[in-house]
């Protein structure tokens, strides 16, 4: 599911910052955005529609086989969402699509924003993964089955997974973590940093029940004597209503909601894949011990997934993500909460993500270590552009456009003063807005002068871990730079400010 934002190409090439970094680094929130919630599944303006028309018919051409279209959450922000493929064909898919859409919306004087955060305070944009397990002649291993053996092997990948989530959580953290990205997660309807896994109130309770080895009903058939005789089909409705969480369970699949719209699914579904891997390898192992020692297989199958729940289940969350006291609750717990990606793209040097890679012979050592120099490195770039676009806007562009207000209202209230004398209120009035103006302007230099001195120390920086934990402070910098301007853009006259405002971009298309 391919999520983005469309907007007027005028307004596109007005913007250095969506130019160069794909994002807008300044900008005021306009009055209306999407608190109405009238957009979502609304009608879509004429030129989306065009622009998604021809996407489509391209699309088919090229073998995409495209299937919904509808409008998002924010304001001019859409979505795509293909019919399901093999993983590695849809990736593929995913890649050439994201290119088919930035040359198709070039022919609709439209520019297609595909980074995961291009306006602040509306929603971002994501890539939901929707992933399940199948065997060759095309079963889903992640549906419930008609019978109590097909419900034990579906209870058996279901736990399977949230184990392979449970242990390698730093790891699926690390494969979702980019520079774009640390600015989607964890607000309006992006999922938190902390990965956990959502399965609605009927799985959660078949494994509480199958964790405490007790007989349950169904409304209308007992299951067999650890829930798992009758496994209704489970609605979409039941699994679908928590939007904040990363990992969730909807019907016959998982939806890995924390990938970037920007990013290839490669990575996170290569550590999914793996992880998985080494899930089903030790519970089969656990499952023919049991056998070994003379157990039926339904018995040490069940035997090895209760035990397997009790010790992963502290991953599993079904509350809002973002309240405080699920922060404090998975700190209890234990699970970890990376909020940035520095932090995250750590866990690639761990020795937990050496054994599972080389184990399993996806990477060696060597392509694990330059996997990780290669994102850090990719992140300081991205925040190093990002700081030196800032700097650049905030000096040429709004320095000017404020001083040219402020020199203008200074001669307003001259000739307030000269025309109706010192006491006029009304030159009063514009004095304090002059005095405003010239405090933004003055702790605006103060910011841009902090930002280059920030840029200076984490350039001297050598050690490439320490280097990106440095360049934190360079985007925490730059964000104190947005803030001013932000700031101004809310007194200097529409006519003289220099790029076009978030009213223009994204009210109407």
Not at 148 to 159: C, D, K, M, R, Y
């Amino acid at each position: 599911e391919q999520e983005y934002f469309l907007i007027d190409r005028g307004y596109y090439n007005e913007r250095p910052d969506l130019k160069q970094t794909g994002r807008t680094l300044f900008g005021k929130t306009p009055a209306k955005h999407q608190q109405l919630e009238d957009q979502y599944f609304g009608n879509i303006p004429e030129r989306a529609f065009a622009f998604m028309t021809e996407i489509e018919n391209e699309s088919y051409k090229l073998g995409i086989p495209l299937k919904t279209r509808h409008n998002e959450v924010a304001p001019n922000q859409f979505e795509v969402a293909p019919i399901y493929e093999d993983v590695n064909i849809a990736i593929d898919h995913n890649q050439i699509l994201m290119d088919l859409m930035d040359r198709v919306a070039q022919r609709h004087n439209l520019a297609v924003l595909l980074h995961e955060k291009p306006f602040a305070n509306v929603n971002g944009s994501g890539k939901h993964c929707n992933w399940a397990l199948g065997t060759d002649k095309g079963e889903n291993l992640l549906n419930p089955g008609k019978t109590p053996q097909s419900n034990l092997q579906f209870l058996v990948f279901l736990v399977a997974t949230i184990k392979a989530v449970h242990k390698h959580a730093k790891l699926l953290r690390a494969s979702i973590a980019t520079a774009h990205n640390d600015h989607r997660l964890g607000a309006n309807e992006a999922p938190p940093a902390i990965i956990s896994v959502f399965l609605g109130e009927l799985l959660t309770r078949v494994l509480e029940d199958l964790e405490k080895g007790k007989v349950t009903t169904d409304s209308d058939q007992a299951w067999l004597n650890i829930g798992i005789d009758k496994i209704p089909e489970i609605p979409k409705d039941n699994t679908d209503r928590n939007r904040t969480s990363p990992f969730a369970f909807t019907g016959n699949k998982f939806e890995f909601r924390a990938v970037g719209s920007s990013q290839s699914p490669s990575t996170p579904i290569t550590v999914l894949n793996t992880a998985m891997a080494e899930s089903l390898d030790e519970l089969r192992l656990q499952i023919e011990k049991g056998i070994a020692a003379g157990k039926d297989l339904n018995t040490a199958a069940v035997e090895v997934l209760r035990k397997t729940v009790i010790e992963s289940k502290k991953v599993l969350f079904g509350g809002d993500g973002y309240s405080d006291a699920w922060h404090k609750e998975a700190a209890k717990r234990g699970l970890p909460n990376m909020k940035t990606c520095p932090e995250a793209l750590a866990s690639y040097l761990t020795k937990e993500a050496e054994h599972l890679f080389t184990k399993y012979k996806v990477y060696n050592e060597r392509e694990i270590e330059a996997i990780y120099h290669i994102d850090i490195e990719n992140y300081i770039k991205q925040v190093e552009i990002e700081a030196q676009v800032a700097k650049s806007m905030a000096v040429t562009s709004y320095f000017a456009a404020a001083t040219t207000y402020i020199t203008e209202l200074s001669q307003t209230v001259s000739g307030l003063k000269a025309a109706l004398g010192k006491g006029d209120k009304g030159a009063k009035a514009v004095t304090g807005v002059v005095k405003n103006l010239s405090t933004l302007v003055a702790q605006l230099t103060v910011e841009v002068a902090g930002l280059e001195k920030q840029l200076q120390a984490a350039r001297k920086v050598e050690d490439i871990k320490k280097k990106g934990a440095a360049y934190l402070a360079v985007r925490k910098q730059t964000d104190a730079v947005r803030a001013v301007v932000d700031g101004l853009e809310e007194l200097v006259a529409g006519d003289l400010w220099p790029v076009p405002k978030y009213s223009d971009m994204i009210v109407g298309l």
